[in-house]
């Protein structure tokens, strides 16, 4: 049975989750939601947020980012934005799968502080320290031009089921809606009512 959505998202404060896949920035912008977040880069990464990119989904300047040599220095970091409580969400991408030592401190700063931590790791990887892991990637919706659709699967849950879902950010109330796959809409062929 899929659980509801209600229950798993927003992710679970006091632990650390991870996402993946093409959609995972884009998750993590959600998951930070409207607190004070604090994301996690390595320094040898060229690309960065984009300001205006994030607008619609969380203000700009509640969101700080720190570039780090090395990946011993960002754990180091997340560690104790997690421990330190002050920010509702730590991000940070990482680059190698993390010991259980190191997934365990992070999870074990996180329930300290009661702060969201979320791993943004390349797909395949993940540590059995986390609470939950999602994949994420973008979905196409051929009826809307400007589609925010994307698929959040749930791969990895330590207290409940998995599950997948179509969901899409809503501007206007910022929030993420739980849409219904394109073949169960209402009207369509073979949906209920």
Known sequence: ML????TIFPL????VHEACGPGAAAF??????????????????KEGLYPVGILSVCEPAQMLIARTQQEVDSLAVAEE??????????????TRPLDLREGRRLQLAAKAGGTTGLCLIPEGMGSNAAETRWR??????????????????IIKNKSGTIGAWNVRWSQEARRVHVVS????????EGAPG
């Open 12 to 15: 679970r404060p006091g632990r």
């Open 181 to 188: 796959p394109v073949g169960l809409r209402p009207g369509s």
């Open 28 to 45: 993590a912008v959600m998951a930070a939601g409207q607190g004070r977040a604090l994301w996690i880069r390595p320094a040898w990464q």
């Open 136 to 153: 994420v990637r973008p979905e196409f919706d051929d009826e809307r031009e400007d589609s925010t659709l994307m698929r959040w699967e």
């Open 81 to 94: 934005a997690l421990r330190d409580g002050a920010l509702s969400c730590v991000l940070i991408e990482i």
């Open 3 to 6: 659980p509801d959505f209600a």
